[in-house]
């Protein structure tokens, strides 16, 4: 399928996700500060649907922004046996982007430190993550671009939590642990579903993954399909759920690390108004849901002959 052969429809489609797409990433890039003037974003592709989608958007942005970047399309072949090494040249060539095919043999490596039949994913994007990193000092990128979408944030989360015990995913901007390179996911809140059929409408090239896109077995591969069944099941949970990692509340957790839960004491001087769980509502009036029936929030109407309790029993050892 091309461009030129699509129908009315498709290219409405097409039309419609082009421009949910570029306002999501408009967004993410506004929200996260994810590029500024000047920048240098090294964009990496693998040849899968996700990182052609996201240097597709970036393009064309790139020449609506409001700021001046500069973008660098960077691919690493990892040797894999029977990688097309022609084909991310010639699509790249097509759209006149500057870009670097780069080549280490981490396949190799891979095979040989993994037992068959368990994942690889792990070790491999290790080692090409260390390969990225010291390529954008080399040629001075600002920015390294991932194509990483909302589903991988959110299924990362269910990852880290279900397997790590560890209430965490990717954030959509990271500054990297030795504090040389920025990350940045552009696509951090766009749908997995719409990029797919994003890429089947324009096109694209895919090159898949036979490393580890085969696995059966993988953990994110379960999470991933646990997530579809509640979609389907639940239309809007997904959203929910991002929406909620959005709106994080240290306080109303279990982490000591995020909130100091040991010196929490009880303030003398405060005003009885309970225990409210928004701190820009008031406490409910718990004395006219029982006269009415319902709940008044004007915490302002109460008095203190509502507060007023009656001790109907008391021990004393």
Known sequence: MSEETLSKKQI???NKLQK??????GSAIADYNMIEEGDTVMCCLSGGKDSYA???ILVNL???APVNFNLVAVNLDQKQPGFPEDILPAYLDSLKVPYHILEKDTYSIVKDKIPEGKTTCSLCSRLRRGTLYGFAQKIGATKIALGHHRDDIIETMFLNMFYAGKLKAMPPKLLSDDGANVVIRPLAYSREKDIAEYAELKAFPIIPCNLCGSQENLKRAAVKEMLKSWDKQFPGRIETIFTAMQNTS???GVDRDQFDFVSLKQDPDAPMKGDVAESDL???DFLDLANSGHIDLDAAKRSSDQLKIDVVSTYTP
């Open 12 to 14: 409405t489609r097409l």
């Open 20 to 25: 949910r797409l570029r306002r999501e990433v």
């Open 54 to 56: 996201m240097l597709d």
């Open 62 to 64: 790139q020449q609506r």
């Open 250 to 252: 240290p306080s109303q």
């Open 282 to 284: 008031p406490a409910f």
